[in-house]
Each structure stands twice: as C-alpha cells, then as structure tokens.
C-alpha cells in the first residue's frame, strides 16, 4: 500500500482480515462510516468474490455504480481502506485490485469491577413511608 493518499498526506492503515461479502455487508452497515463510503463499499462487495474478497474494478465502474464521480470513489476508497474496509493492490498497468476486509477486531476494555456499596451508603429504598388512606376525610 501506498503510504500517502493521492494528496500526499500519510494515511494510516487499520489491520484488517479478508471477508466474505455477507459478513463484510454486515460490517459496514454496522461502521460508522459516512453514507456515501458505504454505498461505495457495498457496490464493490457486489463484484467481489465469495470466496476471495477479491474484485477485479475500475474506479469508472465503481463510479457508474454508485452513481458518483471518480474522484469522489477514489476518496471514498481511501478513507475505506485507511479505516480497514478494503485493501487495494495497484498492478503495473494503473489497475487495482480491490480486497473487500473487516477490520480486526479492537482489543476489549476489561469489564468494569462491580459496585459494591453498604447500606450506610445508599439505602436500597426509603426508609420513610407514608400510608395515604383512600378516605379524604381521615386527614
């Protein structure tokens, strides 16, 4: 991979796993990327192999697909493949070979330890009652 994205900024890339469509579908509806990464990203899972997660595209494809301009799937992959959704392999005639990925999953926090308290410290109910009596005349 490319480490700068065609602005020339350095992107940092997320350790992803290869995927199968169904799951990689599952995972990007659940992502928090923005709309228009995610309809990219599911038109590509469209191509991929069920197998492989490989898609062979252009990005005029991909655009045709989506309904966007190049430029714009050309953005929208960089930032999918810079948050661990796709891989993309450029081949020597300027082609690109797409890998539809899930990003491994993050390391879990540790549960939080749980809330011990005695009764002296908050009581579990009030410790007043009052018994209202349904005969307005006995106040």
Known sequence: MDPADSGGRAVSVVPSQPS???????AIRESNLPSGVKATCWAIATFANNKTGLAYLTV???ARAVGLTE???SKHTGLAEAR??????RKF???I???ITVPAPVLEEPPAPPIT???EEAPAWPLHFEIW???PDSY
Do not use: H, M
């Not at 199968?20 to 599952?26: A, D, H, T």
């Not at 661990?84 to 392999?89: A, F, I």
């Open 117 to 119: 308290s005695t009764a």
């Open 20 to 26: 199968r469509p169904l799951q990689y579908g599952v």
């Open 133 to 135: 009596s349904a005969d």
């Open 97 to 99: 070979d797409y890998y």
């Open 60 to 62: 005029k494809t991909i």
């Open 84 to 89: 661990g959704y796709l891989r993309k392999e």
């Open 71 to 73: 430029a714009t799937v």
């Open 93 to 95: 005639n300027s082609s």
